[in-house]
């Protein structure tokens, strides 16, 4: 095909409301909305928040969250608070909201936050107003239409391709988290409007859906993508299965616009995760969707040492605005985080990958191959 061409300078609308780092899951857990913050106040230090459109999200309504999930669950999630938490664990049970995505207080809000920024930002992209449209409160791709999963109560990926098909005929779902983005493939799976595409970790992991077999059923077959991973995936392997395939899927499926989730814990060092990427080689993925100039989303997701997903977000962002930036860490309230060496890249670590050539080459051929049966 032709090559594609970037634009000049990408309108970048950039979703932040400052409450969002004060939600506190539970202590000890691993989600920590804090690191949304950290990462906004890492762009305000290096100026790059002066390149963006700076925009506080709408609280998402009872109304914009039950067109994808059930009126009893939201209505649940409205009323539950930690208080009367005790006396309701039977829907606290029934709707998932215990050890993983706990009740905690503001719950409702935090969701309000996190959705009504993703769909606000598939609004502007739909209306034209922006090129990019980042909101790193979202990616919470686990949440299904009646339960919590996964530290996910709602399904902001879910809402905010449905804004986009609107305007588009077909909008692609790419999901870089370590994690299988098991909710956004469920929610679609029987429609050819939305491709989903998940690489993650594979095997004796949460959620243990995403095998290379799960392509989608009835319209949707072919419509969905997953590569299983193992652990210790770097850069390089990541770029020689990412190009191939998503090059494919652009060149056949056309989408009319891309959410790309940029879930932080398959970067090198995360709490939870077991790839070893760089920030160079995460942001790889959103370089490659810029260059095709499509109209793009950037959501959130998981990323468990904070220190690295503030780091990670505010390059991705810096880099949808064209704006390079110095390795040291500027002066900002959460500096000492970035200690000892206040550098904004990682260094991979020496861990042994577990994916071997001959594997990757494999699962590659098998998507290729799925992906032939698309009109093209
Ligand atoms: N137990 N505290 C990724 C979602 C991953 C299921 C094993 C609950 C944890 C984890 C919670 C403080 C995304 C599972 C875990 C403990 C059954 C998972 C609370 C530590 C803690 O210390 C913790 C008391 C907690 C949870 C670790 N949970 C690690 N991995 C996964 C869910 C979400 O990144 O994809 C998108 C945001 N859950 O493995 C258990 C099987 C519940
Ligand atoms: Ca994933
Ligand atoms: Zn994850």
Redesign the pocket.
């Known amino acids: 095909g032709l090559s594609p061409v970037a634009p000049a300078r990408s309108k970048v609308s950039y979703f932040y409301d400052h409450d969002v780092g004060n939600f506190y899951?539970?202590?000890?857990?691993?989600?920590k909305p804090h690191r949304v913050r950290m990462a906004h106040e890492l762009l305000v230090a290096y100026g790059v928040t002066e390149r963006l459109q700076v925009l506080r999200p709408p609280r998402a309504t009872e109304s914009d969250l039950t067109r994808f999930h059930a009126d009893d669950y939201i209505e649940f999630l409205k009323r539950i608070t930690p208080e009367t938490a005790r006396e309701q664990s039977e829907l606290l049970h029934r709707f998932g909201v215990y050890?993983?995505s706990?009740c905690f207080d503001g719950i409702y809000n935090f969701c309000q936050m996190s959705a009504g920024g993703s769909l606000a930002g598939a609004a502007r992209l739909n209306r034209g107003l922006c090129d990019v449209a980042i909101n790193w409160a979202g990616?919470?791709?686990?949440a299904k239409k009646t339960e919590a999963?996964?530290?996910?109560y709602i399904n902001d990926c879910v809402l905010a391709i449905l804004e986009l098909l609107k305007h588009h005929a077909r909008v692609l779902y790419c999901d870089i988290?370590?994690?299988?983005?098991d909710g956004v493939e469920e929610a679609f799976y029987t429609t050819d409007r939305v491709m989903t595409c998940s690489f993650h970790k594979f095997g004796n992991?949460?959620?243990g859906t995403g095998d290379v077999r799960d392509i989608g059923y009835g319209p949707g077959r072919h419509y969905a993508l997953n590569f299983p991973l193992q652990d210790g995936v770097d850069d390089a392997c990541f770029r020689e299965i990412f190009t191939p395939i998503m090059s494919r899927v652009m060149e056949w499926y056309r989408p009319g616009a891309v959410v790309l989730?940029c879930?932080a814990?398959s970067l090198s060092g995360d709490?939870?995760?077991c790839f070893n990427l760089s920030i160079r080689g995460h942001a790889e993925c959103v370089r490659f969707f810029r260059r095709h100039g499509v109209p793009l989303m950037l959501l959130?997701?998981?990323?468990?040492t904070v220190r690295n997903v503030a780091r990670c977000w505010a390059a991705e962002t810096a880099l949808t605005a064209d704006m390079p930036l110095d390795d040291a860490i500027p002066y900002n309230p959460y500096y000492e985080y970035y200690g000892p060496d206040f550098q904004l890249h990682l260094r991979p670590s020496n861990m042994e990958n577990l994916n071997t050539r001959p594997y990757l080459a494999r699962i590659v051929t098998e998507l290729l191959d799925s992906l032939y049966h698309l009109p093209h």
Request: aromatic share 14%; net charge negative; charged share 15%.
């Open positions: 899951y539970a202590l000890g857990h691993p989600m050890e993983d706990p990616g919470l791709h686990h999963s996964g530290f996910c988290d370590v994690h299988h983005g992991f949460f959620p989730q879930g814990d709490r939870l995760g959130g997701g998981g990323g468990y």
